[in-house]
Nanobody
Framework: VQLVESGGGLVQAGGSLRLSCVVS????????MAWFRQAPGKEREFLAAMRTTNSNTYYAGSVKGRFTISRDNAGNAMYLQMSNLKPEDTAVYYC????????????????WGRGTQVTVSS
Protein backbone atom coordinates (compact mmCIF):
# COMPACT_ATOMS: atom_id res chain seq x y z
CA VAL A 1 0.00 0.00 0.00
CA GLN A 2 1.28 3.42 -0.95
CA LEU A 3 -0.09 6.64 0.51
CA VAL A 4 0.55 10.18 -0.72
CA GLU A 5 -0.82 13.21 1.11
CA SER A 6 -1.46 16.64 -0.34
CA GLY A 7 -3.40 19.78 0.41
CA GLY A 8 -1.37 21.24 3.23
CA GLY A 9 -0.35 24.86 3.35
CA LEU A 10 -0.53 28.11 5.24
CA VAL A 11 -3.92 29.28 6.48
CA GLN A 12 -5.12 31.92 8.91
CA ALA A 13 -6.76 30.98 12.18
CA GLY A 14 -10.43 30.28 11.64
CA GLY A 15 -9.83 29.11 8.09
CA SER A 16 -10.30 25.73 6.47
CA LEU A 17 -8.22 23.21 4.57
CA ARG A 18 -8.94 19.90 2.90
CA LEU A 19 -6.20 17.30 2.95
CA SER A 20 -6.16 14.44 0.47
CA CYS A 21 -4.49 11.05 0.63
CA VAL A 22 -4.20 9.03 -2.57
CA VAL A 23 -4.11 5.30 -1.90
CA SER A 24 -2.69 2.62 -4.19
CA UNK A 25 -1.73 -1.02 -3.90
CA UNK A 26 -3.69 -3.62 -1.93
CA UNK A 27 -6.63 -1.32 -1.28
CA UNK A 28 -9.10 -4.16 -0.70
CA UNK A 29 -7.04 -5.46 2.26
CA UNK A 30 -7.27 -2.19 4.20
CA UNK A 31 -9.43 -2.37 7.33
CA UNK A 32 -8.86 1.03 8.89
CA MET A 33 -7.55 4.27 7.49
CA ALA A 34 -6.64 7.23 9.63
CA TRP A 35 -5.15 10.67 9.93
CA PHE A 36 -2.47 11.55 12.45
CA ARG A 37 -0.40 14.67 13.00
CA GLN A 38 2.88 15.56 14.62
CA ALA A 39 3.74 19.02 15.84
CA PRO A 40 7.35 20.09 16.45
CA GLY A 41 8.68 18.60 19.67
CA LYS A 42 5.55 16.52 20.24
CA GLU A 43 4.57 12.92 19.73
CA ARG A 44 2.43 11.88 16.81
CA GLU A 45 -1.25 12.33 17.63
CA PHE A 46 -4.30 10.44 16.39
CA LEU A 47 -6.97 12.59 14.76
CA ALA A 48 -9.55 10.47 12.97
CA ALA A 49 -10.09 6.99 11.57
CA MET A 50 -12.50 5.28 9.25
CA ARG A 51 -13.35 1.59 9.01
CA THR A 52 -13.42 0.74 5.34
CA THR A 53 -16.03 -2.02 5.57
CA ASN A 54 -18.82 0.17 6.92
CA SER A 55 -17.38 3.71 6.88
CA ASN A 56 -17.73 4.07 10.65
CA THR A 57 -15.67 7.01 11.83
CA TYR A 58 -13.82 7.83 15.05
CA TYR A 59 -12.39 11.15 16.17
CA ALA A 60 -10.05 12.46 18.80
CA GLY A 61 -11.76 14.80 21.21
CA SER A 62 -9.47 17.65 20.21
CA VAL A 63 -10.80 17.72 16.65
CA LYS A 64 -14.31 16.30 16.90
CA GLY A 65 -16.73 18.75 15.37
CA ARG A 66 -14.01 20.60 13.46
CA PHE A 67 -12.45 17.83 11.34
CA THR A 68 -14.25 15.34 9.10
CA ILE A 69 -12.72 12.19 7.62
CA SER A 70 -14.12 10.78 4.41
CA ARG A 71 -13.14 8.75 1.39
CA ASP A 72 -14.24 8.33 -2.19
CA ASN A 73 -16.47 5.43 -3.21
CA ALA A 74 -13.68 3.56 -4.95
CA GLY A 75 -11.48 3.70 -1.88
CA ASN A 76 -8.67 5.30 -3.84
CA ALA A 77 -8.57 8.47 -1.80
CA MET A 78 -9.17 9.64 1.73
CA TYR A 79 -9.80 13.18 2.87
CA LEU A 80 -9.61 15.27 6.00
CA GLN A 81 -11.76 18.38 5.94
CA MET A 82 -10.51 20.79 8.59
CA SER A 83 -12.41 23.86 9.67
CA ASN A 84 -12.06 26.55 12.32
CA LEU A 85 -8.33 25.93 12.32
CA LYS A 86 -6.26 27.11 15.26
CA PRO A 87 -2.55 27.86 15.59
CA GLU A 88 -2.20 24.72 17.71
CA ASP A 89 -3.30 22.69 14.68
CA THR A 90 0.06 23.48 13.08
CA ALA A 91 1.77 20.16 12.38
CA VAL A 92 2.75 17.66 9.75
CA TYR A 93 -0.33 15.62 8.88
CA TYR A 94 -0.03 11.96 7.95
CA CYS A 95 -2.46 9.44 6.51
CA UNK A 96 -2.11 5.82 7.50
CA UNK A 97 -3.59 2.46 6.59
CA UNK A 98 -3.94 -0.79 8.49
CA UNK A 99 -4.91 -4.32 7.54
CA UNK A 100 -5.93 -4.78 11.19
CA UNK A 101 -8.61 -3.34 13.41
CA UNK A 102 -6.62 -0.31 14.49
CA UNK A 103 -8.87 2.64 15.43
CA UNK A 104 -6.57 5.12 17.15
CA UNK A 105 -3.69 2.73 17.80
CA UNK A 106 -0.70 4.09 15.95
CA UNK A 107 1.25 0.85 16.37
CA UNK A 108 -1.34 -1.04 14.33
CA UNK A 109 -0.93 1.12 11.24
CA UNK A 110 1.68 -0.44 9.00
CA UNK A 111 1.49 1.97 6.07
CA TRP A 112 2.18 5.68 6.22
CA GLY A 113 2.47 8.59 3.86
CA ARG A 114 5.30 11.10 4.08
CA GLY A 115 3.10 13.83 5.44
CA THR A 116 1.94 17.29 4.44
CA GLN A 117 2.66 20.45 6.41
CA VAL A 118 -0.20 22.53 7.77
CA THR A 119 0.63 25.89 9.27
CA VAL A 120 -2.04 28.01 10.94
CA SER A 121 -1.15 31.63 11.59
CA SER A 122 -2.73 33.69 14.35
Amino acid sequence: VQLVESGGGLVQAGGSLRLSCVVSGSINDIYHMAWFRQAPGKEREFLAAMRTTNSNTYYAGSVKGRFTISRDNAGNAMYLQMSNLKPEDTAVYYCAASFLSAHSREDRYGYWGRGTQVTVSS
